[in-house]
């Protein structure tokens, strides 16, 4: 286990993680730091824990869309291979039948 140190608002907070995880701890941490740094512009010092709650839900906010915006792709590449496979299926089922049309001339 490794052990990162994050400083939020003048206080420094460790957090354990695994190892080859530092970096990416870092970068979430860094993430979050900006999201409390604007809030704290924007709404002066409104509270640790305030300013913690309003970054977490402009967060989840950002999670929903992404998570919209990638249900809306795979419905969208679901309907295109299902277009493609009906597409398939009509070219072989045609050539079935021009197999037996072709098959009744002798």
Not at 6 to 31: K, P, Q, S, V
Not at 81 to 87: E, I, W
């Amino acid at each position: 286990m490794s052990e990162v140190a994050i400083t939020f608002n003048h206080r420094t907070y460790r957090f354990a993680c695994d190892e080859g995880e530092e970096e990416r701890l870092r970068a979430i941490a860094a993430y979050l730091k900006t999201k409390l740094d604007a809030l704290s512009a924007e709404h002066g010092q409104v509270g640790d824990e305030r300013l913690v709650l309003m970054a977490a839900l402009i967060i989840a906010d950002e999670l929903f869309d992404a998570r919209a915006d990638v249900d809306s792709l795979l419905d969208s590449e679901t309907e295109k291979l299902k277009s493609v496979s009906a597409d398939d299926s009509d070219d072989d089922e045609d050539e079935v039948l021009a197999g037996r049309r072709g098959g009744d001339s002798f």
